[in-house]
């Protein structure tokens, strides 16, 4: 089992989500985040005063998933989130080490599936 971690583009949510169910992913976490990287931030003015902004708006989405829909899944979100700018995201795999249904107590594989 594993933890599949994608820090996305907001704009691209919908089209990596199309492309998840397209390859049978259909559970997921989607949370908002705050992050900086390679950008870098922008400066802006607003009323006057200029702001730095280093922190800018990115979509964190996870999904644990069995050994064999990683690279699938992988596969779904690098196609759909690459636009080939800086700031496409990451994705990071982890290893998951347990998971359990609360519902029905199941634990391990049949808990993801």
């Known amino acids: 089992m594993k933890m599949v971690i994608a820090i996305i583009q907001p704009e691209k949510l919908d089209t990596v989500k199309e492309a998840l169910f397209h390859a049978e992913i259909h ?12 950008q870098m931030g922008f400066t802006e003015h607003y009323r006057g005063q200029v702001r730095s902004v280093n922190l800018l708006e990115k979509i964190r989405i996870e999904i644990a998933v069995n050994d064999e829909f990683v690279d699938p899944t992988i596969k779904a979100i690098v196609k759909a989130a690459k636009s080939g700018n800086i700031g496409d995201g990451k994705i990071f795999v982890m290893p998951l080490e347990q998971c359990i ?8 594989s049949a808990a993801i599936g």
């Open 27 to 38: 559970k997921m976490t989607v949370s908002r985040v705050r992050g900086c990287g390679q």
């Open 101 to 108: 249904r609360i519902r029905t107590d199941e634990t391990g």
